[in-house]
């Protein structure tokens, strides 16, 4: 079992090992690795060199480190999306072959703060419509959803069933959410997030901030996103010009 050396550092080999090993299922999702002193005799290499390769590992998101406990497989992602592609909580988790669910959590209108009078050009006069929940897939929680509309932009006949807000909008409210301005944030434990999604205290989150346009360029809903971070994977396609 031991590293087969070639021209690159030592480390790099090492972490192509585990990644190797972890692929074809010699250790499985959240499956506790051998201990550092076992696995770098195991492999023939030090200590040190093992860490440096275990820290690059955890920060792909490939392994996870508990302190005291030991060092673990990370599950695979099951959702992976364009980040260039808008489509709804829904449609991802009906991509990725499972069944979306929703678990209604509330519904409030507020005066709107001051930010959400900067993006949507509105006064204090114009309520909002709050909207808290909690996507599912096959039953499981996986997104944590809260979502703004200006009220009077709110289709009546609103209900709280397992719906996309975007076919809401677009087959109650006569409005196509055309595009999203998404601001990406990692996030770690969350008090209230993390326990409501069944996340470990070392599972991290990510979280999407969309400002979403019509076809006409107007805002029409603002969304805030707790996905968990071994759950998803979201990536950009970034061309030369």
């Given amino acids: 079992m031991t590293i087969k050396s070639d021209n690159r550092h030592l480390y790099l080999q090492v972490i192509d090992r585990l990644k190797k090993d972890i692929d074809k299922g010699v250790y499985k999702e959240k499956e506790r690795l051998p201990s550092e002193f076992e696995l770098s005799r195991q492999l023939g290499i030090s200590r040190a060199t093992l860490r440096e390769a275990l820290r690059i590992l955890e920060e792909e998101n490939r392994i996870v480190r508990r302190h005291g406990v030991g060092t673990f497989v990370n599950a695979k992602p099951l959702f992976s999306s364009g980040i260039e592609q808008l489509y709804s909580v829904t449609d991802m988790i009906r991509m990725a072959g499972m069944e979306p669910g929703t678990v209604f959590l509330s519904s409030t209108t507020h005066q709107p703060t001051d930010e959400d009078m900067d993006r949507f050009?509105?006064?204090?006069?114009?309520?909002?419509?709050?909207?808290?929940?909690?996507?599912?897939?096959?039953?499981?929680?996986?997104?944590?959803?809260?979502?703004?509309?200006?009220?009077?932009?709110?289709?009546?006949?609103?209900?709280?069933?397992?719906?996309?807000?975007?076919?809401?909008?677009?087959?109650?409210?006569?409005?196509?959410?055309?595009?999203?301005?998404?601001?990406?944030?990692?996030?770690?434990?969350?008090?209230?997030?993390?326990?409501?999604?069944?996340?470990?205290?070392?599972?991290?989150?990510?979280?999407?901030?969309?400002?979403?346009?019509?076809?006409?360029?107007?805002?029409?809903?603002?969304?805030?996103?707790?996905?968990?971070?071994?759950?998803?994977?979201?990536?950009?396609?970034?061309?030369?010009?």
């Avoid at 709110?154 to 409005?175: A, K, V, W, Y």
């Avoid at 076809?215 to 996103?225: E, G, H, T, V």
């Fill in 121 to 241: 050009n509105c006064s204090t006069d114009d309520d909002m419509t709050i909207i808290e929940r909690v996507r599912t897939a096959n039953g499981d929680p996986v997104v944590y959803c809260i979502d703004k509309i200006p009220a009077d932009l709110m289709p009546t006949s609103f209900t709280h069933q397992d719906r996309s807000i975007f076919s809401l909008l677009e087959e109650n409210g006569g409005m196509y959410i055309s595009y999203a301005v998404t601001h990406i944030e990692p996030a770690g434990y969350h008090e209230k997030v993390s326990p409501i999604l069944g996340c470990e205290p070392e599972t991290a989150l990510l979280v999407l901030k969309q400002l979403h346009f019509d076809d006409k360029d107007q805002p029409i809903l603002y969304s805030l996103n707790y996905f968990k971070a071994d759950r998803f994977s979201f990536h950009v396609v970034r061309k030369r010009v």
